[in-house]
């Protein structure tokens, strides 16, 4: 069974920082990108930052100089290092695979900053 697993979500005081990661099961062949979402109550989906095979990466503007991506080929492995938090970064953030043919999603974590 095909999973995509994140971890590393919680609750953080603003300024603070997490650490989310995301683990894809070895039944997925052929990565191309990596990457997050996020999704906060009331609003839509929105890209937090991307990341290609060959390590290329995209950040959503907000994001910019304060979440940091990066990924493991060996081990199918994508991890977001998020710094000074804000109140509004509070939202379910979900990992995504993407192969030449598929992309699989995660069930998200949730990411809860309090001011």
């Known amino acids: 069974q095909v999973q995509v697993v994140e971890s590393g979500g919680g609750l953080v005081q603003a300024g603070g920082s997490l650490r989310l990661s995301c683990t894809a099961s070895e039944r997925i062949f052929s990565i191309n990108a990596m990457g997050w979402h996020r999704q906060a109550p009331g609003k839509q989906r929105e890209l937090v930052a991307h990341?290609?095979?060959?390590?290329?990466?995209i950040y959503a503007d907000s994001m910019k100089g304060r979440f940091t991506i990066s990924r493991d080929n060996a081990k199918n492995t994508v991890s977001l290092q998020m710094n000074s938090l804000k109140s509004e970064d509070t939202a379910v953030y979900y990992c995504?695979?993407?192969?030449?043919?598929?992309?699989?999603w995660g069930q998200g974590t949730q990411v809860t900053v309090s001011s």
């Open positions: 990341i290609s095979s060959g390590g290329s990466t």
């Open positions: 995504y695979v993407r192969t030449t043919n598929r992309e699989y």
